[in-house]
């Protein structure tokens, strides 16, 4: 598993009738789905100058004093070009650097990891503090439970977040209520789960899950997705620091595929805080990991339609201003943002790749509706898994593609 | 299968390891004083040789064991009184001032009492939920557990745990899921072990709980890295209403760790108890690794509140463990034929326990409720949290 080869795009047979338009344009269509627009190395949601990454909003150097508002302070501060993977080798360097009691132990994490993260860090950290455990979640997630009560911080990595279902139980009758249950005398706040999520393509079943909702009726926790490299840098050192337990979610196929200068130096994003790509005023597109590029692409879409996609495309809908969001935390996510952006815009698409049923998607909306209710244009529209397994076929139509994205753009102006 | 069947009585031949013919003696005195027992100087005294099993240890514990006045008085004045805390217990949960679950350790009172005489405050300990005397003898207090129970502020929780759920320094609680506590143990050894202390993390949980996935995930890991760890099992017979007969395939709890050494003790006698925990600490401090230790014990009460504990056994089994294998009727023989003290300075102590718990009873029903605020606090690390928190209804949502 440690390299993807990009998979072959199957020609599409309309999933269900809500698609129908989707059918039609298939047989007259020309491009692969996808194929033909702005892909994530090419995404605009990146940044690929120093300075652009050094403006990154909400960056907090941790050598500096941040007590005081945030400021942009550009002079002085070095950026390096990598890929996330290496971005969160980077974070997970800096925390063992910093942090004597900081570990880092999983499954093959001694040699690198299946996706490379830790790669060269038990050499220089030595295999005291970054070694390989069995292959077992709960004893591992256990394991770590009782070093973080200890008051040390150890960085446990579950491979896939596929994996994570047997330590269910450590994560959220231990992790998540260790501090409540002891009146407050012990946590677990230094504990870090990192795991790979979301599809790749081509994981199927066991390898392209997005569990992340499971986890949002646990109090006590955080859960945090970032979409690119210095978005996983800065929030991986936040979460490793933040004093409660944090399951920190890395979308696999970005470890790769985005690219982005770094800052090298030690820095923080903030955990809970949505941020807002695109700002607008129609509509509010909520997302986070992967399917924000495919959200960025059904925005290309929906301004400039692609032949053959046109006609379904009214003229009056083109110049649609859509807010587009990256909740980053999902547990707790930030409500205040949200609901803010829909209050000014009427109208909310939610994108997740995980299944429909109970997913983020449901208790954003159930939260929305409460609270815009009166400012609501449309029903709040979710774009999700469909609420079958990941298939290893048709992953590609299981997983909310940016034509799915885009049709729920249009209907939710439209109603 | 028929190749099986012939495999079968091979492979019985070929068991790696061989239990002693001999059953475990389990019973409360059977030990003997060497010398004449002084009441100033420490003495010598012999332990039943059936008090211990090895299990891949070259040696177990020295039979003879080094006690004195003080500590065995101490240890019954203990004992007693964690007797009396629980059945205290007992009898709020019955009128209805303890709600929830409640599982009361009436009958295995010598192993926490005798661990905690073995080992030092800094050393770590973790259990599972019948915790209640080990959080008194790890620094609580009866009124602060009374009070847990009870749900109120002076709990050692803040009244917010309840039974399962009562701490102190270097005691990591109670913990109500069976089995979760034991790779969390393993973890605690770990840190121990990072920092280079000397010191021990005490992983227990009972015969039920042995069968859980995770409690070989932890053996396996802290062997494979040879940690300070020692798995107690306390081995009351029963695993909520099911014998260990009925769901183990191996009952020699201490011989399950595979190439962990494992000690089997006597859990009713105090003196071997102490002798027990003192060998495993030693034991795992000189960097041997863990160590699984099988206390074979006996609770008389129900596995919690909700069980009256003779659905699956008979009156008269309970009957005769009390009358033939109380850890402290056993104590009590050994003091007073070792002519430590006189029956009316124990009788004297009886009381003094039953008044210090009752005078704990009234200090824990006139502490308040935690406050409402209360409800919301702890969740999050403080400045860490959502902005607010939903109640049940429109008023009670909660802002930080």
Redesign the interface.
Known sequence: MSCFTPHCARRAVALKPRLRFLRRWQSTATPEAAGHLPSVATSKLLRPTRDEALRTPGIRWADEDNSGPVRTIVGGRETRKMNTYQSIRDALSLALMKDDTAVIFGEDVAFGGVFRCTMGLAEEFGRERVFNTPLSEQGIVGFGIGIAAMGHTPIVEIQFADYIYPAFDQIVNEAAKFRYRSGGQYNVGGLTIRCPTMSVGHGGLYHSQSPEGFFMGAPGLKVVIPRSPIQAKGLLLASIRDPNPVIFMEPKILYRSAVEQVPIDDFELPVGRADTLVRGSDLTLLTWGTPLYHCETALHMLASPPPGLDKHVPESLRNAKIELIDLRTILPWDVEAVVESVIRTGRLVIVHEAGLTAGVGAEIAATVQKKCFLKLEAPVRRITGWDTPVPLQYEKFYIPDALRIMDAIVETLKY | MATLARLRPILARQTPFRVAARALQTSAATTQPLDNPSKSEPFQVKLHEDSFHTYRLDAGPELEVEVSKDMLITMYQQMTTMRRMEMAADALYKAKLIRGFCHLAIGQEAISVGLEHAITPQD?V?TAYRCHPFAVMRGGTIKGVLSELLGRQA???????GSM?I???NF??G???VG?????????????K?MEKPIA?FSMYGDGASNQ??VF??Y??AK??NLPCVFVCENNKYGMGTSAERSSSNTQYFTRGDKIPGLQVNGMDIIAVLQACRFAKDWVVKGNGPLVMEFVTYRYGGHSMSDPGTTYRTREEIQRMRSTQDPIRGLQHYIEQWGLAPEEDLKRMDKAAKAEVDAAVEEAKASPEPKIEDLW?????KG??????RGREREEVHYY
């Open positions: 770590l973790i709990g050692m929780s803040n009244g917010k745990g759920h701490f102190t320094p990591f609680g913990n109500g899921i979760a506590q034991v790779p969390v143990g393993a973890g605690l050894a770990f840190a121990a990072y993390a996935g995770q995930e932890a396996n890991m494979l890295w606090t702890d969740v999050y690390y860490t949290e959502p902005p607010f928190m």
